[in-house]
């Protein structure tokens, strides 16, 4: 297997931040990685001068390259080095159209530009970003090579689709003189001589292409020096200092996308402490219930913020008032009041939600893909379409009539106002009575759906390995826990007095300033979760620290990778048998997880596709630390400088305390069996 690297920036152009390129260290670069071939591809750029240079003083095949700014996307172009000056008159062309931040050639233009695309290796960005997708990636993917992704997590994933195309992990890393480390992402092809003929041929086979240089995809390089873990379950083991957590501290900074759960981190500490922080976790975690279930009420509730009864009554009294005033000074009238716009009524605007509403849902069956057969079979294509035709045309219309009436009546005010101010007539308070009306239905309503919100009952059940999250809804009993739901330090106590009452307690929690108004749908129920072991009792604490622990397990699958540090501190052998080892086991199927343990539970029943073993020794009168690896079935471990320790020895060293104090305790468990 020949390691190589095809994504390599030499020159700082718009794309990149500004660095200052340095021979020496690509040439230490190559060294330390023990590249057997390289590219380099620079945004949108191809310096021949500095390649050449580049090309003299690596002493490995190096290929020119470029990496394309293609339809907001990027495309690593690979030639074979045969024709560099024809190769830099196509860059050149390419850096002439992307001159700006922002700045892309289409499909075709990159075509025009290139000619046979089949004469290159063609890499495209597709699980990373910012990735070739939709009708370019359509158009390109006849004459893809591989896609680049920017994780082995996705690597694993993309290389057992068959529908996708071989996946490769490069560093893309700029090379400068200020840089000490280099990533180590590099990929692994199966091939003899390194030429760009091989090179393309390889890739295009999946069979031919691998993250480590043993083994395929088994296994792959975290460090630089090219230790290896396994992409999937990997146990670390090693006596008291000797370089468990160091090792699992650079895993976790040499991946940035990587999950660690620390040792002692989900240990209960103290009672009251720990249940609160676990309440408002669990609270956090699960805020999504309570948002989709409160969902309905908060646009209910959003309604009845705008409905003001008091204000209502008081327009209503003024209403009466200057109606009776009107009729008992008919003698007063003049030519003022006699105006007949002077007792106009207003035009009712109306509003067009319901209209816009319909015409959505009728776009919706008329561009729906997945049941058109069953649509088309009751409704023709020509039908809908011309149904949404007549209803924009409506809704067109009544925005127009609108605009009209809208003018209509700030003149109609307008002119009232002016002769208001001239007539000695009482002129009649304008009040909506059909809205009147149906804001006192709403209030009704509104008590009616607050109180059935109100009643205790359970709105959620969630099984969890052994576990059942419980959300319950019930009223508030204090002011207290509504400033706990709010959020914020205000005073509730004149509000909860009108709790009994939704719609008063609404208007009260209204006038407390500070109190924003799209929360309050959170204050009018309150909803708790509880976790239930498996004989449906509230769990205690150790119960508790196992739900976590599941629960980081499980959040883990967002992650590139797992690292967790000794588990067996916090948990019993029953615990991490049945259920953290299922799961770990089932995770490392699509993510690399490395778990530290000196627990034959974990270490030895987990089923571990690899072993490390962490080692301290003194050399020469200095600590020196190493880092043994292999398969579990292999008679020794070995570095990555050839020395090797026995697999025998160092599990029962590392999971039994040694082979006598195993032998020994076999023979208790021998004496005391049934």
């Not at 390194?194 to 083994?215: H, M, N, P």
């Not at 076999?666 to 069996?673: G, L, T």
Request: aromatic share 8%; proline share 3%; net charge negative.
């Amino acid at each position: 297997m020949k390691k190589i690297d095809l994504h390599i920036h030499t020159v700082a152009t718009i794309s990149d931040a500004p660095f200052e390129f340095c021979l020496e260290s690509f040439v230490r670069y190559v060294s330390d990685a023990k590249l057997a071939a390289v590219a380099v591809t620079n945004h949108d750029v191809f310096d021949d001068d500095q390649f050449r240079q580049i090309k003299h003083s690596l002493g490995i095949p190096v290929f020119p390259g470029i990496e394309v700014n293609l339809a907001q996307g990027h495309v690593l172009v690979i030639a074979d080095g045969s024709d560099i000056e024809g190769f830099k008159e196509k860059c050149d062309r390419i850096s002439q159209k992307v001159v700006a931040i922002g700045d892309s050639v289409t499909f075709e233009q990159f075509q025009a530009i290139f000619g046979d695309l089949s004469r290159y290796i063609i890499i495209p960005h597709l699980d990373k970003n910012p990735a070739i997708q939709g009708t370019t990636l359509e158009k390109l993917l006849p004459f893809v090579t591989a896609g680049e992704v920017d994780s082995p997590k996705k690597f694993i994933r993309a290389i057992k689709d068959d529908t996708r195309p071989t996946p490769v992990l490069f560093s893309d890393v700029r090379i400068r003189a200020d840089k000490p480390k280099y990533p180590s992402r590099h990929t692994y092809i199966d091939c003899g001589a390194v030429t760009f003929d091989a090179i393309r041929l390889c890739l295009s086979d999946k069979q031919k292409v691998a993250l480590s240089e043993r083994d395929g995809n088994n296994l792959w390089p975290v460090f630089l020096n090219g230790q290896k873990i396994s992409t999937g379950l990997n146990i670390l083991l090693g006596e008291r200092s000797s370089g468990k957590t160091y090792t699992l501290n650079k895993i976790r900074d040499n991946i940035e996308s990587s999950k660690y759960i620390d040792q002692f981190s989900l240990v209960q500490r103290d009672d009251y402490g720990d249940e609160r922080e676990f309440q408002n976790d669990l609270q956090k975690k699960r805020g999504l219930i309570s948002e989709e279930y409160l969902g309905p009420f908060r646009n209910v509730l959003n309604e009845m913020i705008n409905i003001d009864l008091s204000s209502l009554e008081r327009r209503l009294d003024r209403y009466l008032t200057s109606l009776l005033a009107s009729a008992a000074e008919a003698d007063r009238q003049d030519a003022f009041s006699k105006v007949c716009l002077y007792k106009e009524a207003e035009f009712n605007v109306g509003e067009a939600a319901t209209l816009h509403e319909l015409i959505e849902a009728v776009r919706k069956v008329v561009e729906n893909v997945e049941f058109r057969s069953v649509i088309d079979k009751y409704v023709s294509p020509a039908a809908l379409q011309a149904l949404m035709c007549e209803l924009i045309d409506v809704a067109r219309q009544r925005a127009f009539d609108g605009k009209k009436k809208r003018i209509a009546n700030e003149l109609l005010k307008d002119i009232k106002q002016q002769l208001s101010l001239r007539t000695s007539a009482t002129q009649i308070e304008e009040i909506d009575l059909y809205d009147y009306k149906i804001s006192i239905s709403k209030v009704h309503k509104f008590r009616e759906i607050a109180k059935n919100l109100r009643a205790e009952s359970t709105i959620s059940t969630e099984s969890i390995q052994g576990f059942k999250v419980e959300a319950k809804k019930m009223p508030f009993t204090g002011a207290l826990e509504i400033r706990a739901a709010s959020g914020t330090k205000l005073a509730f106590s004149d509000a909860y007095k009108r709790y009994d009452d939704a719609y008063a307690y609404l208007r009260e929690l209204i006038k407390i300033d500070g109190c924003n108004r799209s929360e309050l749908y959170k204050l009018f129920v309150r909803i708790d979760y509880q976790i239930l072991n498996s004989h449906g009792y509230p769990v205690s604490g150790g119960e508790r620290s196992e739900f976590r622990l599941l629960q980081s397990i499980m959040d883990a699958k967002d992650y590139d990778i797992l690292l967790i540090d000794e588990p067996e501190s916090s948990f019993d052998n029953l615990f991490l048998n049945s259920d953290v080892n299922k799961i770990l086991k089932s995770l490392s199927q699509f993510m690399p997880v490395v778990v530290v343990t000196h627990n034959s539970t974990v270490g030895a029943s987990i089923g571990a596709d690899y072993v490390l073993y962490a080692s301290r020794v003194v050399d020469d009168g200095g600590v020196v630390y190493r880092i043994y690896s292999g398969h579990p079935s292999d008679k020794v471990l070995s570095t990555v400088d050839g020395k090797t320790i026995s697999t025998h020895t160092v599990m029962l060293n590392a999971l039994e305390a040694g082979q006598k104090t195993y032998l020994e305790r076999q023979r208790h468990y021998e004496i005391i069996e049934d």
